[in-house]
């Protein structure tokens, strides 16, 4: 039953995912960019793994508070296709991506989500295909004991044995 309510979630959800990462993904990404050195860390980490610049684009950078304290890059050293101190002053395409981690992560847990999604409700067709099986084989179960022979001294009546002194 758990199974089969993830999986359907997981179905409608994926239409959810580009509003969500929408509303969420620039305030985490571009406005507390070097603020948190944490955040800023994890931030430059995805851009450089994902081939990514900015939340939607490589513009979000310029109306953050990281533009407001570094007036003469464009994107963070991070944004570059080769990553080295200072590479962020260009926003050419040659340099940077203009592509957006929001389209990156927009696809990759779509793909999970269909994922998720199939393996659970594989789960809940087997759980029941196991419930058919078993009422199948009580059912089979119960015609055998219906149609047992009749021992002598062993009669039984709604499931009670009169030789058991009852």
Not at 27 to 33: A, E, S
Not at 62 to 83: E, N, R, Y
Request: glycine content about 8%; some cysteine.
């Amino acid at each position: 039953m758990f199974e089969s309510v993830i999986g359907l979630l997981s179905y409608v959800y994926q239409d959810q995912i580009d509003n969500d990462l929408q509303a969420s993904l620039k305030d985490t990404f571009i406005l507390t960019y070097s603020l948190d050195m944490e955040n800023t860390r994890a931030v430059d980490k995805i851009q450089t793994k994902h081939s990514c610049c900015g939340s939607s684009g490589f513009s979000d950078w310029l109306d953050s508070p990281w533009h407001l304290q570094h007036p003469g890059m464009a994107v963070p050293d991070s944004c570059c296709k080769t990553v080295s101190p200072g590479c962020g002053i260009r926003d050419h395409p040659s340099n940077i991506p203009y592509t957006g981690c929001i389209h990156r992560f927009s696809a990759e847990l779509s793909q999970h989500l269909v994922l998720v999604g199939s393996v659970s409700l594989g789960i809940a067709l087997l759980q029941v295909l196991g419930v058919l099986l078993t009422s199948c084989l009580f059912s089979k179960l119960h015609k055998l004991d219906k149609y047992l022979p009749v021992t002598p001294g062993r009669t039984a009546v709604n499931g009670r044995s009169w030789s058991d002194g009852e």
